[in-house]
């Protein structure tokens, strides 16, 4: 009935979500900077169609973090029957 005060088993954050998590992180900083900078001088993207440009600005984080991740190796568990690893 009462609640153990020290759980006997954490689980740690895999590291691709870290790699991932960080990476959306700091493309979204840079895509801000970008933005900023562009807002001063339009005509760095002006030659794209804005449905372009609305597309593809959020897919570079997308695809940054989606590389981060793939890049990323797995944290073990070796907590886990080998079926299951």
Partial sequence: MHADPEPTYTRPVETKVKAMTLTAYLSG????????????????????PDW???????LVPTAL?????????????????DTQR
């Avoid at 900083?29 to 794209?48: E, K, N, R, W, Y």
């Avoid at 989606?66 to 886990?80: E, F, I, M």
């Fill in 29 to 48: 900083v840079a895509g801000m900077a970008i933005l900023q900078t562009v807002a001063d001088a339009p005509s760095l993207i002006a030659f794209l």
């Fill in 52 to 58: 372009v440009e609305a597309v593809i600005l959020p």
């Fill in 65 to 81: 973090s989606a590389v981060a991740g793939w890049k990323a190796r797995h944290t073990p568990r070796p907590d886990l029957p």
